[in-house]
């Protein structure tokens, strides 16, 4: 052999095969700017989903953190903190900084700081990143600003950081919690953990799509390797090229995708961390969420594997590919286990795993099932058109798979998010009420009475209208009945209409009104779940080194609390009660609570009182929520639309092929109008069908998130609530997406069809 | 109020960007805030300013910056060379006239700033700490009688006869609390006490004490060291102590086994550098050092930090060679610096501190 | 002379290649009595499939009449609607046409897709199985396109025509990706069938001797001879 040349000497290969294979883009340019244009979507859209939802749990955690590292100094003669309090702790080595509260006597509350004192809070807390942001900004000015204020109220407040012990204060001094605003801690933990689990489902979806796309291109140049393979070029020579295609193709796509996606993601979350520093009082810088490498190599992988999964598993092929019943009923073994796992399934990742099978088998059965529909209504059709359409249906259901899918996940996607967010909104709406019931909120300071203020507030009763007021007491007691398990005391009184807008989870008869009666307590939905206790059970509580006993008349909702909580009538509570927090919650009704803070302040003898204004809060913490879930629902609509796109591109493609047989029809007599209606109708069957098979997936998935994962992640439930109006609109959008591909397909048909000349696949031959 | 608040936050946030700050020293602050507020309000020291005392140990609030600055070379009992550091700075947002009285500390008042560095060097480990406070508080501030200087609880107080002081600071893993035994009478640098920094006339007032014995506990981790040694301790006072240019500073204060001491310093530029110092004697009165009569040489550099010197002063046949210990002695603070003890040897042997600022350190 | 079926005056068509027209058809007459076949002969691009496609109106000629079935159609006339609604009419009840390939739904078995023609041209369908089986493909019934061989196809689209009971059938070279024998087998089958129900029959084709086989003969290659 050793003389005779080669038939194609080395260097064809390294020329020829490269050119070859790429003759065929440069042939449909269009193709490869699909396909290019999808990766760089596909990953656009996963970096910002995936961008935001780190961005936000970032800000979250630091939130959480400043919020948590907010204690103060306090007196312990009860008397207010002065600049001498300021000076002698810092003297003796604690790290107080100064939050001077100014109420202007006009203009909005102010807060002073002082940057130079926060230093000792060291890097990378709540206090010092305060110091990053402008402090002419509101509501943090510099104290020297604060304190020239002509000021209607002011105080002052020391805070300090949680590593201060109480050890480490000199006499007289002792630590309390510092609150200006609720912990929304576990409520957003919970959302940004269902945002997460959504984003592994973009990517999921973008995949699909990604495939798709690539499989389309390939059956397009499948010409090309026929003609490659009579040259002599072996099919794994050829898929080594295409392997190394695909990957200079990611890599070029992928960078701008992700930079697109950190564009989108800091365009739209831009305000979100503005919305959160509002919330929390504390400037706090939003996370930059993962750097660079990270989505690279996920979308890399992704596209790896998406476009040529077939090929890493064709040494496996023989086994993969089953017979159709085979396949039928593996994916219902799939969905079924799934479904089941979902419900039982008693940790998190046995849920997140069940989810994965019940997308696999639905993914996998979807397009089976509705081909077997079409069929089935096909074969009962007597009228010959209809049954034509029907197996036309089936035809475009297996060829169209994965885009279908895709289409069908995104809609899922889009009605669980739209579900869980509206849920969400509620839920915060009704934790707010519930913690800001009353417009303000007064602390009892250290050393006074509340229930002199309370007498006060009961003879004003008649004379003011519109008052509305409650006591609040916070303690601890023990829990007899479950091994002395330590509970947070809550305890109101008088149990007024304040109360009574609170939602129940579970409740006796006239629960509000026994409770007032001084009869039985509530327990907060953590106690019921941990200790399975139910409405009608009786408390064996120990209050005060007193045991009583009180039955459960009902169950509140905590969002999140962790701790088992008990809400008791305050009049209850006997003498020995360590009372340890103790308010006024008031609506002042007409007057105003200006009336009523100088009466307390008189009642008390004190200068300055410790009031909420729960309007405010309850403001910027609407605001906040409302920005994350207007991004939430953005993003999920991205990837619809994509999905719908890539559908409208595949349907057009698919369409294409066929169109000489949907001429075939005018050869046969219809008339243009005729067959374009009947293409319209088919197009509308199909994406119809697909939000409709894609409305059960969607409200299973919001299920999950809302009952199951929530429950195991965070041990509470958040209701859920259906909403019909939105799947209608879903349907719509989806019925949208059928006309238009129907209406690219009518331009088509005025144009003269080629006959397709093979059968093989994508030819328009399939049935 | 602004502009005091932008100078704060800028002082404030280059702690933030500290790769940028390896260029600017603290003392560069001085020059940051030119013409913000109008410069005739800060009194400049020049050429003909006297030294007073015990006045001078007090605070100068009518000039921008100054500060208090302590090093000493100890060894613990078994004979462990360690090297410590305190110092507190004065930066004014707001110059104030001696007769002023200061401002109420209800006011919150933002007329300067204080800021506390605190660091030990043992067995090549740097500990260091910084503090801030805002002046006219209460919690931090300096008196020349009685004298003392503090900030919350780093305090540093001499008694009646101010020949005596104690000092306490702490940080994070590390304290220390020691007695200083003042010998001597404060040698003024310069002229009489006028240290030039540049050919065109800036500088600062300046006085040390040279002469300092020191006892007391280091605590490192929890392991208590019983140290010894001698101390130097330095006064500067200016308002502009850098020339728009200069990028920083090298300087060392030694001490030679012969008894003999040294003060020099170079402040850098692009186009050269301005040196000058103070000889010192065993027997006799301190010589002002020109930049003719001294030469100094960088020998070798760690990471960007020229360790070992060569200094020479070829009148007094002063041929030495300098060399900070192992290890890394940046101070990473607002503005990180290196501050580390050095070995001294050559025509002399001995000990002594070395501040280097304006490298790129980071 | 038996009644005219088709009978074609002065036609012309021409397409557009760049900005030069390009003649395909000129002045083009001829007439085709009930039951009479024609063959049109000519080489590739000679014009036989767009002759075929003005003669069922999927395309409409610049000049000329064309009188089908009893209808005109005059060229260049302003009611391009009704045009193509007679046309479709036409092609639905009495114009069936055989391609070479592809003249059946895939997704349809060979039955469904004859009953569908049949249905459409408003013929009884129950006759469909019994064409199928006349044309020898009655096992295959229940099959699809793509499960049976070509000439199976053809002749299945052989009874697909025959079962709308066409007056003219275009076929557009219809045993060209046949081999010879099989040709010959659907060829005999489609003469004779057309001979039998007396429809008329123009056959475009490369092939002389199936050419012979057509009483008239219309050859594109000679411009307009008759």
Redesign the interface.
């Given at each position: 052999m050793k003389g005779l040349p080669s038939l194609f000497p080395p260097t064809f290969h390294t020329f020829f095969l490269p050119g070859g294979l790429l003759s065929h883009y440069r042939r449909h340019p269009l193709q490869l700017l699909a396909l290019a244009a999808m990766i760089v979507i596909a990953t656009m859209l996963w970096t910002g989903v995936n961008h935001l939802t780190s961005q936000a749990r970032a800000s979250l955690n630091q939130s959480e953190q400043a919020v948590a590292e907010r204690q103060q100094v306090v007196r312990n003669d009860g008397r207010a903190l002065a600049?001498?309090d300021?000076?002698a702790l810092?003297?003796?080595?604690v790290c107080v900084m100064?939050w001077?509260e100014v109420t202007p006597e006009t203009g909005s509350r102010l807060v002073?700081i002082?940057?130079?004192?926060a230093?000792?809070f060291g890097a990378g807390t709540g206090a010092s990143q305060a110091?990053?942001q402008?402090?002419?900004g509101k509501p943090f000015v510099?104290?020297?600003?604060?304190?020239?204020v002509s000021a209607r109220e002011s105080r002052l407040y020391l805070l300090t950081p949680e590593a201060t012990q109480a050890t480490d204060l000199p006499g007289g001094y002792s630590l309390k919690t510092f609150a200006t605003s609720p912990d929304t801690g576990e409520l957003g933990d919970s959302f940004l953990l269902n945002l997460e689990a959504l984003g592994v489902l973009v990517l999921l979806i973008t995949a699909l799509l990604l495939r798709a796309v690539y499989l389309l291109g390939l059956a397009q140049r499948r010409a090309s390797f026929v003609l490659l393979h009579r040259f002599g070029v072996s099919p794994e020579q050829v898929q080594r090229w295409l392997v190394l295609e695909i990957l200079v193709l990611a890599l070029v796509c992928v960078v701008p995708g992700v930079w697109l996606g950190r564009w989108l993601a800091a365009g739209l979350g831009g305000g979100f961390g503005q919305a959160l520093d509002g919330l929390f009082d504390i400037p706090l810088y939003a996370g930059q969420g993962h750097g660079w490498i990270t989505p690279v190599l996920v979308m890399l992988a992704v596209v790896v594997l998406a476009c040529l999964g077939d090929l890493i598993l064709l040494r496996f092929r023989g086994r993969l590919s089953l017979p159709v019943p085979v396949r039928a009923g593996l994916a219902t073994a799939l969905l079924v286990a799934g479904l089941v796992l979902a419900w039982l399934g008693p940790s998190l990742a046995w849920v997140f795993g069940a989810v994965a099978l019940v997308f696999a088998g639905a993914g996998w059965l979807t397009p089976a099932a509705v081909a077997h529909l079409a069929y089935w209504c096909a074969d009962r059709s007597q009228v010959?058109?209809a049954?034509?359409r029907y197996?036309?249906l089936?035809?475009l259901a297996r060829q169209l798979t994965l885009p279908l899918v895709a289409l069908q996940f995104a809609l899922a996607m889009v009605l669980s998010v739209q579900a869980l967010v509206t849920t969400f909104e509620d839920t915060f709406d009704r934790w707010l009420g519930q913690r800001l019931e009353a417009a303000y909120y007064i602390e009892v300071p250290a050393g006074a009475d509340g229930r002199k203020a309370a007498e006060w507030l009961t003879s004003q009763q008649a004379s003011i209208p519109g008052l509305q007021w409650h006591r609040v007491v916070r303690g601890q007691a023990q829990l007899a009945n479950a091994g002395s398990l330590q509970v947070d005391v809550f305890a109101v009184s008088p149990v007024g209409s304040l109360m009574r807008a609170w939602a129940l989870v579970e409740a006796a008869d006239q629960p509000w009104e026994t409770l007032a009666s001084g009869e039985g307590g509530m327990i907060n939905e953590q106690l019921a779940r941990r200790q399975r206790l139910e409405v009608g059970d009786s408390l064996q509580l120990i209050v005060g080194d007193q045991p009583q006993a009180f039955s459960v008349l009902g169950v509140y909702p905590d969002y999140g609390r962790p701790v088992g909580e008990v809400l008791l009538n305050a009049e209850t509570l006997p003498e020995t009660f360590n009372i340890r927090f103790e308010s006024i919650s008031v609506s002042p009704g007409e007057p105003g609570i200006a009336p009523v803070t100088d009466a307390l302040q008189r009642i008390w003898g004190v200068n300055a009182l410790t009031v909420r204004d729960n309007g405010t809060i309850r403001e910027l913490a609407t605001g906040v929520f409302d920005q994350t879930f207007a991004l939430t629902r953005a993003m999920t609509l991205l990837t619809l639309i994509l999905a719908a796109s890539a559908l409208l591109m595949m349907g057009w493609v698919f369409f294409s092929t066929r169109a000489?047989?949907f001429r075939?029809l005018?050869?046969?007599?219809?008339?243009?109008r005729e067959v374009a209606d009947q293409l319209q109708r088919l197009a509308l069957l199909l994406t119809g069908g697909i939000a409709v098979l894609a409305l059960p997936l969607g409200i299973w998935l919001t299920w999950v998130l809302v009952h199951r994962i929530n429950p195991l992640a965070f041990g509470w439930s958040l209701p859920m609530a259906v909403y019909p109006a939105f799947w209608l609109e879903l349907c719509i959008l989806s019925l949208a997406i059928g006309l238009s591909i129907a209406a690219l397909m009518r331009r088509q048909l005025g144009s003269p069809a080629v006959?397709?000349a093979s059968?093989s696949a994508l030819t328009?031959?399939?049935? | 109020?602004?502009r005091r608040?932008g100078l704060?936050?800028g002082l404030?946030?280059f702690a933030?960007c500290s790769g940028d700050t390896g260029d600017e020293g603290f003392a560069g602050l001085a020059g940051l805030e030119q013409g913000a507020v109008s410069d005739t309000l800060y009194l400049q020291p020049g050429p003909g300013v006297r030294l007073s005392f015990p006045a001078d140990f007090g605070p100068h609030p009518q000039h921008r910056i100054e500060w208090w600055y302590l090093t000493a070379n100890l060894e613990t009992a078994v004979g462990e060379p360690l090297g410590l550091q305190w110092t507190q700075f004065r930066q004014a947002l707001e110059p104030r006239a001696a007769s002023e009285p200061a401002p109420a500390?209800?006011?919150?008042?933002?007329q300067a700033?204080?800021m506390a560095h605190g660091a030990v060097s043992w067995k090549g480990q740097h500990y260091f700490a910084?503090?801030?406070?805002?002046g006219d508080?209460?919690?931090a501030g300096a008196t020349a009688v009685p004298f003392k200087v503090?900030l919350?609880?780093w305090q540093l107080r001499g008694n009646a006869d101010n020949d005596r002081w104690h000092l306490q600071a702490?940080g994070d893993g590390w304290s220390y609390d020691l007695t200083l035994s003042i010998e001597g009478a404060p040698v003024a640098h310069g002229e009489e006490g006028f240290s030039a920094k540049s050919a065109s006339g800036e500088g600062s007032m300046y006085f040390s004490l040279v002469d300092i014995a020191i006892t007391g506990e280091v605590t490192l981790d929890g392991e208590v060291l019983v140290v010894r040694g001698k101390g130097w301790f330095d006064r500067e006072w200016s308002s502009q102590l850098l020339k728009t240019g200069q990028k920083g500073w090298d300087w060392f204060a030694l001490h030679l086994d012969s008894g003999d001491k040294l003060m020099a310093f170079r402040l850098r530029d692009d186009s050269g550098s301005f040196l000058s110092g103070t000889w010192l004697p065993a027997e006799g009165d301190p010589v002002r050092l020109s930049s003719e009569e001294l030469s100094l040489k960088e020998l070798e550099r760690r990471k960007d930090v020229p360790v070992r010197w060569q200094l020479s002063i070829p009148a007094y046949q002063v041929e030495l060679q300098l060399n900070a210990p192992p290890g890394d002695y940046l101070n990473r603070g607002l503005y990180p610096y290196w501050e580390s003890p050095v070995n001294v040897s050559g025509s002399h042997s001995g000990e002594g501190y070395m501040e280097l600022t304006g490298y790129r350190t980071q | 002379m038996t009644e005219s079926l088709l009978a074609v005056r002065g036609l012309s068509k021409h397409f557009v290649s760049g900005n030069e027209p390009v003649p395909v058809i000129e002045k083009l007459s001829f007439t085709l009595g009930q039951g009479q076949s024609l063959a049109l002969t000519g080489r590739s691009g000679s014009g036989k499939s767009t002759l075929l496609n003005l003669l069922?109106g999927?395309e409409l000629a610049d000049t000329g009449t064309i009188v089908m079935h009893g209808q005109v159609f005059e060229a260049g006339g302003t009611a391009v609607l009704r045009t193509?609604?007679a046309w479709?009419?036409?092609?639905?009840?009495h114009?069936g046409?055989v391609?070479?390939?592809?003249?059946l739904?895939?997704?349809?078995s060979l039955l469904?897709n004859v009953?569908?023609?049949a249905?459409?041209?408003g013929r009884d369908?129950a006759n469909s199985e019994d064409w199928l089986t006349r044309l020898d493909i009655g096992e295959l019934a229940h099959r699809?396109?793509?499960q049976v061989s070509g000439g199976q196809r053809q002749r299945a689209a052989l009874a697909m025509v025959f079962a709308m009971e066409p007056a003219l059938i275009l076929a557009d070279e219809p045993t060209g990706s046949l081999d010879r024998h099989t040709s010959d087998d659907v060829t005999r089958v489609l003469f004779d069938l057309q001979a039998r129900h007396g429809c008329g029959l123009i056959l475009a084709t490369h092939d002389s001797e199936l050419a012979a086989g057509c009483q008239q003969h219309l050859d594109l290659g000679h411009l307009n001879a008759i």
């Amino acid at each position: 052999m050793k003389g005779l040349p080669s038939l194609f000497p080395p260097t064809f290969h390294t020329f020829f095969l490269p050119g070859g294979l790429l003759s065929h883009y440069r042939r449909h340019p269009l193709q490869l700017l699909a396909l290019a244009a999808m990766i760089v979507i596909a990953t656009m859209l996963w970096t910002g989903v995936n961008h935001l939802t780190s961005q936000a749990r970032a800000s979250l955690n630091q939130s959480e953190q400043a919020v948590a590292e907010r204690q103060q100094v306090v007196r312990n003669d009860g008397r207010a903190l002065a600049i001498d309090d300021f000076v002698a702790l810092r003297l003796a080595g604690v790290c107080v900084m100064p939050w001077l509260e100014v109420t202007p006597e006009t203009g909005s509350r102010l807060v002073g700081i002082d940057p130079l004192a926060a230093h000792c809070f060291g890097a990378g807390t709540g206090a010092s990143q305060a110091l990053d942001q402008p402090l002419d900004g509101k509501p943090f000015v510099d104290v020297y600003a604060a304190a020239g204020v002509s000021a209607r109220e002011s105080r002052l407040y020391l805070l300090t950081p949680e590593a201060t012990q109480a050890t480490d204060l000199p006499g007289g001094y002792s630590l309390k919690t510092f609150a200006t605003s609720p912990d929304t801690g576990e409520l957003g933990d919970s959302f940004l953990l269902n945002l997460e689990a959504l984003g592994v489902l973009v990517l999921l979806i973008t995949a699909l799509l990604l495939r798709a796309v690539y499989l389309l291109g390939l059956a397009q140049r499948r010409a090309s390797f026929v003609l490659l393979h009579r040259f002599g070029v072996s099919p794994e020579q050829v898929q080594r090229w295409l392997v190394l295609e695909i990957l200079v193709l990611a890599l070029v796509c992928v960078v701008p995708g992700v930079w697109l996606g950190r564009w989108l993601a800091a365009g739209l979350g831009g305000g979100f961390g503005q919305a959160l520093d509002g919330l929390f009082d504390i400037p706090l810088y939003a996370g930059q969420g993962h750097g660079w490498i990270t989505p690279v190599l996920v979308m890399l992988a992704v596209v790896v594997l998406a476009c040529l999964g077939d090929l890493i598993l064709l040494r496996f092929r023989g086994r993969l590919s089953l017979p159709v019943p085979v396949r039928a009923g593996l994916a219902t073994a799939l969905l079924v286990a799934g479904l089941v796992l979902a419900w039982l399934g008693p940790s998190l990742a046995w849920v997140f795993g069940a989810v994965a099978l019940v997308f696999a088998g639905a993914g996998w059965l979807t397009p089976a099932a509705v081909a077997h529909l079409a069929y089935w209504c096909a074969d009962r059709s007597q009228v010959p058109l209809a049954r034509w359409r029907y197996r036309e249906l089936a035809v475009l259901a297996r060829q169209l798979t994965l885009p279908l899918v895709a289409l069908q996940f995104a809609l899922a996607m889009v009605l669980s998010v739209q579900a869980l967010v509206t849920t969400f909104e509620d839920t915060f709406d009704r934790w707010l009420g519930q913690r800001l019931e009353a417009a303000y909120y007064i602390e009892v300071p250290a050393g006074a009475d509340g229930r002199k203020a309370a007498e006060w507030l009961t003879s004003q009763q008649a004379s003011i209208p519109g008052l509305q007021w409650h006591r609040v007491v916070r303690g601890q007691a023990q829990l007899a009945n479950a091994g002395s398990l330590q509970v947070d005391v809550f305890a109101v009184s008088p149990v007024g209409s304040l109360m009574r807008a609170w939602a129940l989870v579970e409740a006796a008869d006239q629960p509000w009104e026994t409770l007032a009666s001084g009869e039985g307590g509530m327990i907060n939905e953590q106690l019921a779940r941990r200790q399975r206790l139910e409405v009608g059970d009786s408390l064996q509580l120990i209050v005060g080194d007193q045991p009583q006993a009180f039955s459960v008349l009902g169950v509140y909702p905590d969002y999140g609390r962790p701790v088992g909580e008990v809400l008791l009538n305050a009049e209850t509570l006997p003498e020995t009660f360590n009372i340890r927090f103790e308010s006024i919650s008031v609506s002042p009704g007409e007057p105003g609570i200006a009336p009523v803070t100088d009466a307390l302040q008189r009642i008390w003898g004190v200068n300055a009182l410790t009031v909420r204004d729960n309007g405010t809060i309850r403001e910027l913490a609407t605001g906040v929520f409302d920005q994350t879930f207007a991004l939430t629902r953005a993003m999920t609509l991205l990837t619809l639309i994509l999905a719908a796109s890539a559908l409208l591109m595949m349907g057009w493609v698919f369409f294409s092929t066929r169109a000489w047989y949907f001429r075939l029809l005018v050869v046969w007599g219809m008339s243009q109008r005729e067959v374009a209606d009947q293409l319209q109708r088919l197009a509308l069957l199909l994406t119809g069908g697909i939000a409709v098979l894609a409305l059960p997936l969607g409200i299973w998935l919001t299920w999950v998130l809302v009952h199951r994962i929530n429950p195991l992640a965070f041990g509470w439930s958040l209701p859920m609530a259906v909403y019909p109006a939105f799947w209608l609109e879903l349907c719509i959008l989806s019925l949208a997406i059928g006309l238009s591909i129907a209406a690219l397909m009518r331009r088509q048909l005025g144009s003269p069809a080629v006959a397709p000349a093979s059968a093989s696949a994508l030819t328009g031959d399939e049935r | 109020m602004n502009r005091r608040m932008g100078l704060l936050l800028g002082l404030l946030l280059f702690a933030g960007c500290s790769g940028d700050t390896g260029d600017e020293g603290f003392a560069g602050l001085a020059g940051l805030e030119q013409g913000a507020v109008s410069d005739t309000l800060y009194l400049q020291p020049g050429p003909g300013v006297r030294l007073s005392f015990p006045a001078d140990f007090g605070p100068h609030p009518q000039h921008r910056i100054e500060w208090w600055y302590l090093t000493a070379n100890l060894e613990t009992a078994v004979g462990e060379p360690l090297g410590l550091q305190w110092t507190q700075f004065r930066q004014a947002l707001e110059p104030r006239a001696a007769s002023e009285p200061a401002p109420a500390a209800t006011d919150w008042p933002l007329q300067a700033a204080w800021m506390a560095h605190g660091a030990v060097s043992w067995k090549g480990q740097h500990y260091f700490a910084e503090k801030l406070a805002r002046g006219d508080m209460g919690s931090a501030g300096a008196t020349a009688v009685p004298f003392k200087v503090w900030l919350d609880n780093w305090q540093l107080r001499g008694n009646a006869d101010n020949d005596r002081w104690h000092l306490q600071a702490a940080g994070d893993g590390w304290s220390y609390d020691l007695t200083l035994s003042i010998e001597g009478a404060p040698v003024a640098h310069g002229e009489e006490g006028f240290s030039a920094k540049s050919a065109s006339g800036e500088g600062s007032m300046y006085f040390s004490l040279v002469d300092i014995a020191i006892t007391g506990e280091v605590t490192l981790d929890g392991e208590v060291l019983v140290v010894r040694g001698k101390g130097w301790f330095d006064r500067e006072w200016s308002s502009q102590l850098l020339k728009t240019g200069q990028k920083g500073w090298d300087w060392f204060a030694l001490h030679l086994d012969s008894g003999d001491k040294l003060m020099a310093f170079r402040l850098r530029d692009d186009s050269g550098s301005f040196l000058s110092g103070t000889w010192l004697p065993a027997e006799g009165d301190p010589v002002r050092l020109s930049s003719e009569e001294l030469s100094l040489k960088e020998l070798e550099r760690r990471k960007d930090v020229p360790v070992r010197w060569q200094l020479s002063i070829p009148a007094y046949q002063v041929e030495l060679q300098l060399n900070a210990p192992p290890g890394d002695y940046l101070n990473r603070g607002l503005y990180p610096y290196w501050e580390s003890p050095v070995n001294v040897s050559g025509s002399h042997s001995g000990e002594g501190y070395m501040e280097l600022t304006g490298y790129r350190t980071q | 002379m038996t009644e005219s079926l088709l009978a074609v005056r002065g036609l012309s068509k021409h397409f557009v290649s760049g900005n030069e027209p390009v003649p395909v058809i000129e002045k083009l007459s001829f007439t085709l009595g009930q039951g009479q076949s024609l063959a049109l002969t000519g080489r590739s691009g000679s014009g036989k499939s767009t002759l075929l496609n003005l003669l069922c109106g999927l395309e409409l000629a610049d000049t000329g009449t064309i009188v089908m079935h009893g209808q005109v159609f005059e060229a260049g006339g302003t009611a391009v609607l009704r045009t193509a609604k007679a046309w479709s009419a036409l092609r639905r009840q009495h114009i069936g046409v055989v391609f070479q390939d592809a003249n059946l739904m895939p997704a349809l078995s060979l039955l469904e897709n004859v009953r569908f023609r049949a249905q459409l041209a408003g013929r009884d369908p129950a006759n469909s199985e019994d064409w199928l089986t006349r044309l020898d493909i009655g096992e295959l019934a229940h099959r699809y396109p793509d499960q049976v061989s070509g000439g199976q196809r053809q002749r299945a689209a052989l009874a697909m025509v025959f079962a709308m009971e066409p007056a003219l059938i275009l076929a557009d070279e219809p045993t060209g990706s046949l081999d010879r024998h099989t040709s010959d087998d659907v060829t005999r089958v489609l003469f004779d069938l057309q001979a039998r129900h007396g429809c008329g029959l123009i056959l475009a084709t490369h092939d002389s001797e199936l050419a012979a086989g057509c009483q008239q003969h219309l050859d594109l290659g000679h411009l307009n001879a008759i």
